[in-house]
């Protein structure tokens, strides 16, 4: 399903000659995303409707509405729950200014149910090797995505390269896009802005190289042995 949007300006203007306006930004987190909740309840059943129809376009402008409450530049996903069988996610991006937001958003967020669960960042999928992603003409299994990764012990970090067979074949903009896809996919966003380091794209397969299970264990290791200051 998944619709994942910037949500850095919520409304469409009526004409493409109007300038967007600006967003306040909440003064009070706590405030912010009780009012997102209240809206929530309100939506819940158009969303639902959309969803069960497979058609979640219908609710992305009043939920984008609804996320701006919060703050202007964050992020929102819906997408399959991996306890639920929905997900909602707001996601700062690990920008640490947005940070009391979202953590206001998921202290305020109602108990999860079979129907609903919550997340604060974008989660790690269960089986990243069983993903195949769609990129223009390309179709890329992350199976196939072998990784260079070197432990940085004594600061709890890891620098990475990523390859993939299909990498040469992508442009510039592709070609991050899934460098960065197979980490966030495997390790979730906030593992992934905690613990790693440096990220660079291999064209050519190096040697010594893991898969993503391989290093989601790893790191999962590593952020076991050195907690990071927020834990």
Request: proline content about 5%.
């Given at each position: 399903?998944?619709?994942?949007?910037?949500?850095?300006?919520?409304?469409?203007?009526?004409?493409p000659r109007t300038e967007w306006p600006e967003q306040p930004v909440p003064e009070d987190p706590v405030a912010a995303a009780e009012a997102?909740?209240?809206?929530?309840?309100e939506?819940?059943?158009?969303?639902?409707?959309?969803?069960?129809?497979r058609e979640p376009q219908r609710v992305e402008h009043e939920l984008c509405k609804a996320v701006a409450l919060v703050h202007p530049d964050l992020q929102f996903s819906l997408d399959r729950?991996?306890?639920?069988?929905?997900?909602?996610?707001?996601t700062a991006q690990e920008d640490p200014a947005l940070r009391p937001y979202t953590d206001a958003w998921k202290a305020a967020a109602p108990p999860e149910d079979a129907i609903w669960e919550y997340h604060d960042s974008v989660p790690p999928v269960p089986d990243p090797t069983d993903v195949t992603v769609n990129l223009g003409?390309?179709?890329?299994?992350?199976?196939?995505?072998?990784?260079?990764?070197?432990?940085?012990?004594?600061?709890?970090?890891?620098?990475?390269?990523?390859y993939h067979p299909l990498l040469s074949e992508l442009d510039e903009r592709g070609r991050t896009a899934m460098t960065f896809l197979p980490l966030d996919?495997?390790?979730?966003?906030?593992?992934?802005?905690e613990r790693l380091r440096r990220v660079e794209t291999a064209e050519a397969e190096p040697a010594e190289t893991v898969g993503l299970l391989q290093?989601?264990?790893?790191?999962?290791?590593?952020a076991?042995?050195?907690p990071s200051e927020d834990d």
């Open positions: 399903m998944g619709i994942f949007r910037r949500r850095k300006r919520a409304d469409t203007p009526p004409d997102f909740w209240r809206r929530w309840a939506l819940l059943p158009e969303v639902s409707a959309a969803l069960g129809d729950g991996q306890r639920a069988i929905y997900a909602l996610v707001l003409a390309h179709r890329i299994a992350l199976a196939d995505v072998r990784v260079v990764a070197q432990v940085d012990e004594p600061e709890g970090v890891v620098d990475v390269a990523v996919a495997t390790l979730g966003e906030r593992l992934a802005a290093l989601r264990d790893l790191v999962r290791s590593l076991e042995r050195q």
